[in-house]
Nanobody, 125 residues
């Protein structure tokens, strides 16, 4: 089992920044991907970003590219999503996701092994 502890959501005005954290614990083993999905009001859950603990280029959705950055702290088994220049359309519940795979490109809502409980991000205009 893997547990995910999320933090960092909140409310911000357009143009502001927030950083989300996702700390993994339990039986993660050494090969895994941590990412984020988001679900806005009345919308389906969509991929945002992911990073592999096996290295390689992080994967970021086109809708947030240039504004969101994903990084990791190996020792803490924690991934971070830095969100800059936030827009009202970024308002959503953001879910941390964990997958026992080395490839970020395989992460989808159907392949996620474990989900975090979600954290609300609200961006006002």
């Amino acid at each position: 089992q893997v547990q995910l502890a999320e933090s960092g959501g909140g409310s911000v005005q357009a143009g502001g920044s927030l950083r989300l954290s996702c700390a993994a614990s339990g039986r993660t083993f050494s090969t895994y991907v941590i990412g984020w999905f988001r679900q806005g009001p009345g919308k389906e859950r969509e991929f945002v970003a992911a990073i592999s603990w096996s290295g390689g280029t992080p994967r970021v959705a086109d809708s947030v590219k240039g504004r969101f950055t994903v990084s990791r702290d190996n020792a803490k088994r924690t991934a971070y999503l830095q969100m800059d220049n936030l827009k009202p359309e970024d308002t959503a519940v953001y879910y941390c996701a964990f997958n026992h795979d080395r490839r970020t490109e395989t992460l989808s809502t159907k392949s996620v092994n474990y989900w975090g409980s979600g954290t609300l991000v609200t961006v006002s205009s």
